[in-house]
């Protein structure tokens, strides 16, 4: 238990903080989930439209200290590739067709 004032204070702003944190990185989740969901079973361009909407929650996250920026520069780079994936071979990425098809490009 915090005694002093200033302990007190570091108490309350770490809860603020801590709330923010949980926001943001719930928010981030969500984006992915969505962008997975479409590039599963949505149209390329619904694919796109998600990917654009996850890049920028990742990239504000990332901006506000809630993940490093290096993780969310790689989050985004690996959610790229999959949609490349999913846009060059026509198959939702994942699947055993679409790594075939991207080979042989």
Known sequence: MA???SAKKRVRQNETRNGLNRFRKRKMRDAIKELL???AHGTVDEAKAAFKTAARVIDRTSSKGT???NQGARRKSRLNARLKTRVISGAP???????????KS
């Not at 990425?93 to 080979?103: E, F, L, P, R, Y």
């Open 67 to 69: 993940i490093h920026k």
């Open 93 to 103: 990425a994942g699947t055993k067709s679409a790594a075939k098809k991207v080979k």
């Open 3 to 5: 005694h002093s004032l």
């Open 37 to 39: 969901e479409k590039i």
